[in-house]
């Protein structure tokens, strides 16, 4: 008998969430990593191009039009990341900064998990109508570590 695969979870455990680390830490560290060099490429290309009147005849047009092409291929990369991350049903709450939220289900209220790149686990969360800025420690009972029915993956019984 055939296995069906797994579906991410619709909302997840601090257990699932934790399971779940170990991609979402590989990809949001190339995240973090690209998104940090594309915002400093552009903050140089922005100083290099104050003041300057960019047009065919400027003997660096060449240059910044190559520079130009390279930032819109990273800026697909970095969405690319972005989907990567969707995919698995996480949310990626902030690009230079690495905060990524798992939808989560907190003292029946919808809610989300919210890590941190460099953190060590899921130890946070935050209502789903606010941001990491208001994150809360998790607190003992209101998520635990076990699957709950509002935790359950869909279609497990």
């Known amino acids: 008998m055939a296995t069906r695969p797994k579906r991410k979870p619709t909302n997840f455990s601090v257990d699932q969430a934790n399971a779940a680390l170990p ?9 973090v990593e690209l998104a940090r060099d594309v915002y400093e490429r552009r903050r140089r290309l922005a100083v290099l191009l104050d003041g300057r009147r960019a ?47 798992f939808p989560a289900v907190i003292d029946g209220q919808d809610a989300f998990l ?9 130890l946070y969360w935050h209502p789903r109508n606010s941001n990491h800025r208001r994150r809360r420690p998790l607190a003992a009972g209101s998520v635990a570590g076990e699957d709950t029915a509002a935790g359950q993956r869909e279609g497990e019984s």
């Open 114 to 122: 919210c890590w941190r790149h460099g953190e060590l686990e899921v």
């Open 23 to 31: 991609l979402v830490r590989a990809i949001v560290g190339d995240l």
């Open 55 to 101: 047009g065919e005849n400027d003997p660096y047009h060449e240059e910044l039009v190559q520079i130009e092409h390279e930032l819109a291929k990273d800026n697909r990369r970095l969405k690319g990341y972005a989907d990567e991350l969707r995919q698995l049903g996480v949310k990626p709450a902030g690009s230079t900064e690495g905060w990524v939220d």
